[in-house]
Nanobody
Framework: QVQLVESGGGLVQAGGSLRLSCAAS????????MGWFRQAPGKERESVAA????????SYADSVKGRFTISRDDAKNTVNLQMNNLEPEDTAVYYCAAAETWRAITGGAGGVDYWGKGTLVTVSS
């Protein structure tokens, strides 16, 4: 059974930084595009950042461009999200995701193949 396990969430003041990590197991990691989604209270889940298999291309939501950086390590089966200059609007549960299609991992049509259980990020003002 595929597992995606997130870590690194927590409480931080506005302007601060957090680094989320996702460890994948029981998956041919290099075959999948990887990404991070988030869901704030009362809002739909949205794509935050994605990295293509091989790591040569990334994509970001407009709201996080210039502040968040996604990276992957295929040797360790991990994907990370470095979040800088955090804002209260970034408060959400962050989910790691794996998908076979780029459209799905960037929030478009089609389904994500695997989800983590999520980690809570709270940014205080």
């Amino acid at each position: 059974q595929v597992q995606l396990v997130e870590s690194g969430g927590g409480l931080v003041q506005a302007g601060g930084s957090l680094r989320l990590s996702c460890a994948a197991s029981r998956i041919t990691f290099a075959r999948y595009h990887m990404g991070w989604f988030r869901q704030a209270p009362g809002k739909e889940r949205e794509s935050v950042a994605a990295v293509i298999r091989g790591g040569t291309l990334t994509s970001y939501a407009d709201s996080v461009k210039g502040r968040f950086t996604i990276s992957r390590d295929d040797a360790k089966n991990t994907v990370n999200l470095q979040m800088n200059n955090l804002e209260p609007e970034d408060t959400a549960v962050y989910y790691c995701a794996a998908a076979e299609t780029w459209r799905a991992i960037t929030g478009g049509a089609g389904g994500v193949d695997y989800w983590g259980k999520g980690t809570l990020v709270t940014v205080s003002s």
